[in-house]
T-cell receptor, first 112, second 116 residues
Framework: GNSVTQMEGPVTLSEEAFLTINCTYT??????LFWYVQYPGEGLQLLLK?????DKGSNKGFEATYRKETTSFHLEKGSVQVSDSAVYFC???????????FGPGTRLSVLP | DTGVSQDPRHKITKRGQNVTFRCDPI?????LYWYRQTLGQGPEFLTY????????KSRLLSDRFSAERPKGSFSTLEIQRTEQGDSAMYLC??????????????FGPGTRLTVL
């Protein structure tokens, strides 16, 4: 079945540091890929998405590129802020179903 | 606020009791999803509706769980004879089939269930 693997957290960075959160997936066909973010005390919010190979999703300074050859969708940001502290979830939606498969989440803490 | 809303936000119950949660999706959304999230894990899919039809159910959804969306608007998730293992955050999400941005699910704040 479909699955998503994320790097384990927590990740602690200083403000303005470079961020990478790794995500790899297993799926048949051509899934759509997503990053969701959950800020403290809030619900999940879509951060960015990519629906086909080599697409790049971007939002709020975050980027992720759909790499079919490596089955990856790593999240990056060039300069993190304290306000980026949250839990980040990688997810996929397969071709043949409407439900999402989420990774376990990676907690990011950014220190001033 | 026109986002997804869930009620109640918190529920504490004793083992063996029945509980019911409500989800109100974004008004024009025709798809509605239920997920369960335990501490330190990502959401796990339970079931989804397209309008009033329940189209897919996870094997996680035991026969103690039932979901309805009678008029294709709000949905309820009932858990009968609750067990301590049912303690989790129950998330609802909605999306619009055929909209400009398909497959984007918008999540509610969740209902946190604690079974004593």
């Amino acid at each position: 079945g479909n699955s998503v693997t994320q790097m384990e957290g927590p990740v602690t960075l200083s403000e303005e540091a470079f961020l990478t959160i790794n995500c790899t997936y297993t799926a048949t066909g051509y899934p759509s890929l997503f990053w969701y973010v959950q800020y403290p005390g809030e619900g999940l919010q879509l951060l960015l998405k990519a629906t086909k190979a080599d697409d790049k999703g971007s939002n709020k300074g975050f980027e992720a590129t759909y790499r079919k050859e490596t089955t990856s969708f790593h999240l990056e940001k060039g300069s993190v802020q304290v306000s980026d502290s949250a839990v980040y979830f990688c997810a996929l939606r397969g071709n043949y179903g409407q439900n999402f498969v989420f990774g376990p989440g990676t907690r990011l803490s950014v220190l001033p | 606020d026109t986002g997804v809303s869930q009620d109640p936000r918190h529920k504490i119950t004793k083992r063996g009791q029945n509980v019911t949660f409500r989800c109100d999706p974004i008004s024009e959304h025709n798809r509605l999803y239920w997920y369960r999230q335990t501490l330190g894990q990502g959401p796990e899919f339970l079931t989804y509706f397209q309008n009033e039809a329940q189209l897919e159910k996870s094997r996680l959804l035991s026969d103690r769980f039932s979901a309805e969306r009678p008029k294709g608007s709000f949905s309820t998730l009932e858990i009968q004879r609750t067990e301590q293992g049912d303690s989790a955050m129950y998330l609802c999400a909605s999306s619009l089939l055929g909209g400009e941005v398909t497959d984007t699910q918008y999540f509610g704040p969740g209902t946190r269930l604690t079974v004593l």
